[in-house]
């Protein structure tokens, strides 16, 4: 029953804002995903597409910062926001993927917010080649306009949301907070004794004794992607 009344409700739903369509309706990720312009994360449904219609769908978006270099003579490129980017203090992108920091994080730690953008590259590049591990999902991030915020703090995120909105275009967004970020966190897998550019080696790799590292843990290994 559950199943068929969702069924009937999703007609419905293109005229709605993707927060009025996606959140506080208890689906479950399944259920989530089935909407359109939702996206499933840390147990609940939020809207990918903000306050625009859910018509727009989660994936509707554009490339974003197209031409932006993200990557030079082995450091993270940071660039000037453009023009209704507003939300941004910098901006760069990682395999083709719009970044974007606030003025506040990029204030209170470049460590971090570099160290955002290495994760990122790793997750995308686990054997060190230069290139995406998998381009199929590299041209869906890039194609339609995934968004990856880095806020200083719970409130700076909500600044965005409540004053700023997301730049033109963007189609899914994750956020990421520097306040979660932890550079040489003992979650490192190197850290552990495994490989940096070898994933089958991570789970199994426990070992932090050999080396100095900052045993609070690091979320944004698992935050950095949808």
Same mark, same amino acid.
């Given at each position: 029953?559950?199943? @068929?009344?969702?069924?009937?409700?999703?007609?419905?739903?293109?005229? &709605?804002?993707?927060?009025?369509?996606?959140?506080?309706?208890?689906?479950?990720?399944?259920?989530?995903?089935?909407?359109?312009?939702?996206?499933?994360?840390?147990?609940?449904?939020?809207?990918?597409?903000?306050?625009?219609?859910?018509?727009?769908?989660?994936?509707?978006?554009?490339?974003?910062?197209?031409? +932006?270099?993200?990557?030079?003579?082995?450091?993270?490129?940071?660039?000037?926001?453009?023009?209704?980017?507003?939300?941004?203090?910098?901006?760069?992108? #990682?395999?083709?993927?719009? #970044?974007?920091?606030?003025?506040?994080?990029?204030?209170?730690?470049?460590?971090?917010?570099?160290?955002?953008?290495? +994760?990122?590259?790793?997750?995308?590049?686990?054997?060190?080649?230069?290139?995406?591990?998998?381009?199929?999902? &590299?041209?869906?991030?890039?194609?339609?306009?995934? @968004?990856? @915020?880095?806020?200083?703090?719970?409130?700076?995120?909500?600044?965005?949301?409540?004053?700023?909105?997301?730049?033109?275009?963007?189609?899914?967004?994750?956020?990421?907070?520097?306040?979660?970020?932890?550079?040489?966190?003992?979650?490192?897998?190197?850290?552990?004794?495994? %490989?940096? %550019?070898?994933?089958?080696?991570?789970?199994?790799?426990?070992?932090?004794?050999?080396?100095?590292?900052?045993?609070?843990?690091?979320?944004?290994?698992?935050?950095?992607?949808?």
């Amino acid at each position: 029953m559950r199943w @068929f009344w969702f069924a009937l409700q999703l007609a419905a739903t293109a005229a &709605q804002s993707g927060e009025e369509a996606c959140q506080n309706k208890g689906f479950g990720p399944t259920e989530c995903t089935a909407v359109g312009c939702c996206q499933y994360d840390d147990a609940q449904c939020w809207s990918a597409v903000h306050t625009a219609p859910c018509s727009s769908g989660g994936g509707g978006g554009r490339v974003l910062l197209s031409g +932006v270099v993200g990557w030079a003579d082995g450091a993270v490129v940071w660039h000037d926001p453009p023009s209704g980017w507003g939300v941004c203090g910098k901006v760069t992108t #990682v395999f083709g993927v719009a #970044v974007c920091v606030t003025p506040a994080a990029w204030s209170e730690s470049e460590e971090r917010c570099n160290h955002v953008a290495h +994760v990122f590259y790793q997750l995308m590049d686990n054997d060190a080649d230069g290139n995406a591990d998998d381009p199929e999902i &590299q041209d869906e991030m890039v194609g339609n306009g995934y @968004f990856l @915020f880095v806020p200083a703090t719970e409130s700076d995120m909500e600044n965005m949301e409540n004053m700023h909105g997301p730049p033109d275009g963007v189609g899914a967004s994750q956020m990421t907070g520097i306040w979660e970020a932890i550079p040489n966190s003992c979650d490192t897998p190197t850290n552990r004794g495994a %490989s940096a %550019s070898d994933r089958s080696t991570w789970a199994a790799a426990v070992d932090t004794s050999a080396l100095s590292c900052d045993d609070r843990r690091d979320a944004t290994t698992e935050e950095v992607l949808p």
